[in-house]
Nanobody
Framework: QVQLVESGGGLVQPGGSLTLSCQASGSISSIYGMAWYRQAPGKQRELLAGISVEGIAEYEDPAKGRFTISRDNVKNTVTLQMNSLKPDDTAVYYC???????????RGQGTQVTVSS
């Protein structure tokens, strides 16, 4: 399994933007899917977006219209562009791999996103 390292988190004001990046230790060109999810303290894990090896992206409600997922199979990265951030977006954001059955594989250590004025 590849190792995943997320980066790009930080403190941002409401309405601001952040770009999260997930760097894989090896090639992701044969990995079926890559996804981002988040977990806030005291809340359940929440899937945000996934992208297939063909570049087909799907979004869950919290991400629709505000977040954009992309993957670069040459640089072995997956990116989550987040706009119009709200305090409710405060969480640790994780990058994961999954197979064509939807079963999760590798997961990164997470990156903290805090939205606050």
């Amino acid at each position: 399994q590849v190792q995943l390292v997320e980066s790009g988190g930080g403190l941002v004001q409401p309405g601001g933007s952040l770009t999260l990046s997930c760097q894989a230790s090896g090639s992701i060109s044969s990995i079926y899917g890559m996804a981002w999810y988040r977990q806030a303290p005291g809340k359940q894990r929440e899937l945000l977006a996934g992208i297939s090896v063909e570049g087909i992206a799907e979004y869950e409600d919290p991400a629709k219209g505000r977040f954009t997922i992309s993957r670069d199979n040459v640089k072995n990265t997956v990116t989550l562009q987040m706009n119009s951030l709200k305090p409710d977006d405060t969480a640790v954001y994780y990058c994961v791999t999954y197979n064509d059955d939807g079963d999760p594989g590798s997961r990164g250590q997470g990156t903290q996103v805090t939205v606050s004025s």
